[in-house]
């Protein structure tokens, strides 16, 4: 079992920028492949980005690359999501999720955070 409890989100003017954190903790953090998940309201949850294990490689959805950047830091069990030149269409409930699987483009959650909420206003 692994808990996440990820935090950071707020409201920002678009251009503007944010950054989550996600803590685990549990068994041991590094054994897993993190990843971002968001969902905007009435639509379907989606994936954001997904981080190896080492922190080494990234896999990121064409709608963040070049805007959001993931890492880790597996001393501090925590793994974290640097968003910048936001827009209106990120507005979001933003989730962490910890899986097993290494395949980093075919990422599988096995648990989840509650989520945080993160606004973009125009």
């Known amino acids: 079992q692994v808990q996440l409890v990820e935090s950071g989100g707020g409201l920002v003017q678009a251009g503007g920028s944010l950054r989550l954190s996600c803590a685990a903790s549990?068994?041991?953090?590094?054994?897993?492949?993190m990843a971002w998940f968001r969902q905007a309201p009435g639509k379907e949850r989606e994936f954001v980005v997904a981080?190896?294990?080492?922190?080494?490689?990234?896999y990121y959805a064409e709608s963040v690359k070049g805007r959001f950047t993931i890492s880790r830091d597996n001393a501090k069990s925590t793994v974290y999501l640097q968003m910048n030149s936001l827009k209106p269409e990120d507005t979001a409930d933003y989730y962490c999720?910890?899986?097993?699987?290494?395949?980093?483009?075919?990422?599988?959650?096995?648990?989840w955070g509650r989520g945080t909420q993160v606004t973009v206003s125009s």
């Open positions: 999720a910890a899986g097993v699987r290494t395949i980093l483009s075919a990422f599988s959650p096995d648990y």
């Open positions: 549990g068994r041991t953090f590094s054994s897993y492949t």
């Open positions: 981080i190896s294990r080492t922190g080494g490689y990234a």
